[in-house]
């Protein structure tokens, strides 16, 4: 089975610091996903790669960048930290979307105080 | 643009009835449909993929069928368990942009 490891389950950081948030797969996979979830509105799509050192932004990527220097790790990157972006942040990988659907990660459940 | 919508948004049965939570789309130009399932507080684990070509698709006691033309899933999960209680996820991938779309999902509760 496919493994998508995102490397901390709870993060509490304060506003204006830089975070990380780490996203690692197992199995080779071109696409990786990064999505925030919210109550009310669900999961939104910030930023997905569909290779190394490619980057497409989402429906929400302002306040965000990422990072793929390695195929198999994806990185999140919210420059200066502020309370709007306190949620749950989910990563998810693929070896072919449209046949083979998405594996998530376990989530990172990131507070800014 | 897609959107998707999940109902009841929260459904409580008790241990060993058979339920169905659905799911519909607006945009019939889909991949595939996919369901999921989020325990509180975790990730999300895929349940079933409906390529857009397949009806159906079953694993264990669950059954997920397909209705493109219609817009609309449905899951089946026979037999209740306390286990299966959790948030129900469906997405669809669509053909512009190959991207996922979520519903906001329906909260099972399982009462033993």
């Known amino acids: 089975d496919v493994k998508v490891t995102q490397s901390s389950r709870y993060l509490v950081k304060r506003t204006g610091e830089k975070v990380f948030l780490e996203c690692v797969q197992d199995m080779d996979h071109e696409n990786m996903f990064w999505y925030r979830q919210d109550p009310g509105l669900g999961l939104r799509l910030i930023y997905f790669?569909?290779?190394?050192?490619?980057?497409e932004k989402g429906d929400i990527p302002e306040g965000y960048s990422v990072s793929r220097e390695k195929k198999e790790r994806f990185s999140l990157i919210l420059e200066s930290a502020s309370t709007n972006q306190t949620s749950m942040y989910l990563c998810?990988?693929?070896?072919?979307?449209?046949?083979?659907?998405?594996?998530f990660g376990s989530g990172t459940r990131l507070t800014v105080v | 643009k897609q959107e998707v919508t999940q109902i009841p948004a929260a459904l409580s049965v008790p241990e060993g009835e058979n339920l169905v939570l659905n799911c519909s789309f607006t945009d019939s130009a889909i991949y595939n449909l996919q369901w999921f399932r989020q325990d509180p507080g975790k990730g999300l684990t895929s349940l079933l993929l409906?390529?857009?070509?397949?009806r159906e698709q079953t694993s264990g006691r669950l059954n997920a069928s397909l209705d493109k033309s219609s817009g609309r899933s449905t899951l089946y999960i026979a037999a209740s368990q306390p286990g299966d209680s959790a948030t129900y996820l469906c997405?669809?991938?669509?053909?512009?942009?190959?991207?996922?779309?979520f519903g906001e999902g329906t909260q099972l509760t399982v009462n033993p």
């Open positions: 790669s569909y290779d190394v050192k490619m980057k």
């Open positions: 409906i390529q857009s070509s397949q």
């Open positions: 998810a990988s693929s070896l072919n979307p449209t046949i083979r659907g998405y594996t």
């Open positions: 997405a669809v991938m669509e053909t512009s942009g190959s991207r996922l779309t």
